[in-house]
């Protein structure tokens, strides 16, 4: 058997007269009209605004103090990062004074022995 190129399918080993080809045809145009209606991305509508709802006191109340906690976390991880970082400055300076003692503790030392007799 004969397989057809594009779709792997054993091709009729028939010939189709042209009414044949042309239902054929109009088969396959009809379900890619289909398949790429399926496809088709719908048009974007304008974003509309959400109808806006009275909200009642306790909500109202409720939403403030997420807000006004919201902004603390906000401040706080700030003031945290702010703090984080000036105490890595002083590690790092109290890292290097500590090199800077050991060094000269060792000169020292090496002062010392060379001066004695």
Do not use: W
């Not at 509309?48 to 409720?62: F, Q, S, W, Y």
């Not at 000036?86 to 503790?105: R, S, T």
Request: aromatic share 4%; proline share 8%; net charge neutral.
């Amino acid at each position: 058997a004969v397989l057809c190129m594009s779709c792997s399918i054993p091709a009729p080993t028939t010939f189709l007269g042209l009414e044949d080809l042309n239902r054929v045809c109009c088969n396959i145009t009809t379900e890619i009209d289909s398949l790429e209606q399926k496809l088709a991305i719908p048009e974007k509508k304008p974003p509309t605004l959400p109808a806006i709802e009275p909200m009642d006191p306790e909500k109202k109340k409720i939403k403030d103090k997420l807000c006004v906690l919201e902004d603390k976390q906000a401040d706080s991880l700030v003031r945290y990062n702010t703090y984080r970082e000036k105490l890595l400055d002083v590690l790092q300076d109290i890292h290097v004074l500590k090199q800077k003692m050991k060094y000269q503790n060792e000169l020292d030392k090496t002062y010392q022995r060379t001066m004695k007799p």
